[in-house]
Every structure is written in C-alpha cells, then in structure tokens.
C-alpha cells in the first residue's frame, strides 16, 4: 500500500468519524467541553488504531492465507 492510498483511507476513516460525531452531536441537548473532548478522543483513537490492528492481523495470517489472499480481498 502506497502513501496516498494511505492517505485516502485516512481521509475516508475521517469523514466517517466526522459524520457520526456530527450526528452524534445533534442528538445532544447539551454539550459541555468534557462531552465534546471525550466523544472526539474517543472517535480519534478509535480511527487511529484500527488500521493499525488490521494490519498486525494481516501481518500475522499472511503465511497461512497467501495462497487465497486474492479471493479474500475479492
């Protein structure tokens, strides 16, 4: 995977992160900065690790499953 892959999968992880934090945001009837900062950390950290984890996972099964990489990427 190259580097703008990379970074369009950022963006993609983002603009997800972004759409529910919005919604999540509007069904708030009040929001002090204590909500604000742990719905953002929380939506933050969890789009930061799980491209991370997918690929120590793939990292570890790849011996196992190259065989039949293509058709489970299909």
Do not use: R
Not at 22 to 43: D, H, I, Q, S, W
Request: aromatic share 14%; charged share 10%; net charge negative.
């Amino acid at each position: 995977m190259g580097l703008g892959e990379l970074v369009l999968l950022a963006m993609g992880l983002a603009m997800d992160a972004f759409a529910v934090s919005v919604t999540n945001g509007m069904c708030l009837k009040k929001c002090g900065l204590k909500e604000v900062l742990a719905m953002a950390l929380t939506f933050g950290s969890f789009q930061a690790a799980m491209p991370v984890l997918g690929y120590w996972g793939g990292s570890l099964f790849y011996e196992q499953i190259k065989f039949v990489d293509h058709w489970i990427a299909f």
